[in-house]
């Protein structure tokens, strides 16, 4: 199931019953559909509602009020940031470099980009849901990387792409894959060689799933990362579910005590192990990458520690705990 079909589903079950809102049991209730083709295109369900158009619930199932920006916080900075860019239209790229305010609060508030450029009085992006060329995304990479004087990072190229980084992600299912693509691009142009290519940090070579063919993948279901066989999960995390699954398993030999994991921010309320078997309270958030703390806008004086698969952030200002880095060390 697409990311459209999906949408438009929630719709239609919201329509049907006659509602702005619909909470996510309802919702597989009525359509049987599984839970795992929400998780491939929305990282939580009130972000796959407000796509929908809908309201979405606060922590009791009821439906949210306005909360964190307003509705004009929003519309006022948005004509801000395209009166300093003398244009008059405005890019999700271009509104949350000039804001810092990522898109979240406006799906959230005005449901969908285009309702809240029109209430701001601005207009549409031409390049807005434009099907952008993959020999375009590759040589964007190659114009940041000769900025940069080095290949980028994740967060670098978020920080100086004049694509999202979402269209990097989404199209190639991962940065990680966008990058090796981008990489035999450049050496097929002449933009380096094929002995400068970037090495990623994997895990051993006994960790990775080697045996028989290679198929072309279908797209009605979701693609796993690489094999690890670590404990009870099979595959390396793909969304923040499996890295909070993965911290639950490894907790308490971690030194951690969790209090909570709740929707919102921060995920989690823990404690940690201190010398002389004394504890601290932490505050955490589950990413899938470091730098995705950064993407969604978090507050870091609201948070202690990032706990995520990858660390790709190198300027990070707050603690992190890598676990692609403790299950390496483990099965060494």
């Known amino acids: 199931m697409t990311r459209d079909e999906l949408v438009e589903t929630i719709r239609k079950v919201a329509h049907d019953k006659g509602r702005e809102y619909l909470s996510r049991a309802e919702f597989l209730t009525a359509t ?30 009821r439906p949210d009020v306005e909360r964190g920006y307003s509705r004009d916080h929003l519309l006022s900075a948005a004509r801000t940031a395209a009166t300093k860019l003398e244009q008059k239209h405005l890019s999700i790229e271009d509104f949350r470099k000039a804001t810092g305010i990522t898109e979240r609060p406006v799906y959230r508030l005005f449901g969908t980009w285009e309702t809240f450029l029109q209430a701001a009085g601005l207009q549409i992006h031409p390049n807005y849901n434009r099907k952008i060329p993959d020999e375009e995304l590759f040589r964007e990479y190659w114009r940041v990387a000769e900025e940069l004087a080095h290949p980028p990072s994740y967060s670098e190229l978020a920080n100086h792409s004049r694509h999202s980084i979402g269209v990097y992600e989404n199209r190639f299912r991962g940065y990680r894959r966008f990058r090796a693509k981008a990489q035999s691009f450049g050496v097929q142009h002449g933009f380096l060689g094929a002995s400068e290519i970037v090495p990623e940090t994997e895990l051993p070579d006994n960790t990775k799933f080697k045996t028989g063919p290679v198929y072309q993948r279908l797209d009605d279901r979701r693609v796993l990362g690489a094999r690890i066989d670590f404990r009870a999960l099979q595959y390396e995390p793909g969304n923040e579910q499996e890295v909070v699954f993965l911290f639950g398993m490894l907790a308490q030999e971690l030194g951690f005590s969790v209090e909570s994991v709740q929707e919102g921010f921060p995920d989690c309320v823990a404690n940690r192990q201190l010398k002389g078997g004394r504890w601290q309270r932490v505050l955490i958030e589950f990413e899938l990458l470091s730098s995705n703390f950064q993407m969604h806008g978090h507050d870091i004086t609201k948070c202690d520690l990032i706990v995520c698969w990858k660390h790709d952030w190198k300027q990070c200002p707050i603690e992190v705990l890598s676990l692609a880095k403790y299950v390496l060390d483990a099965k060494k």
Request: charged letters at 20%; hydrophobic letters at 35%; proline letters at 13%.
């Open 32 to 61: 049987l559909i599984p839970p795992y083709q929400i998780s491939c295109h929305f990282p939580r369900w009130n972000d796959a509602v407000a796509q929908a158009g809908l309201r979405p619930l606060d922590k009791k199932g």
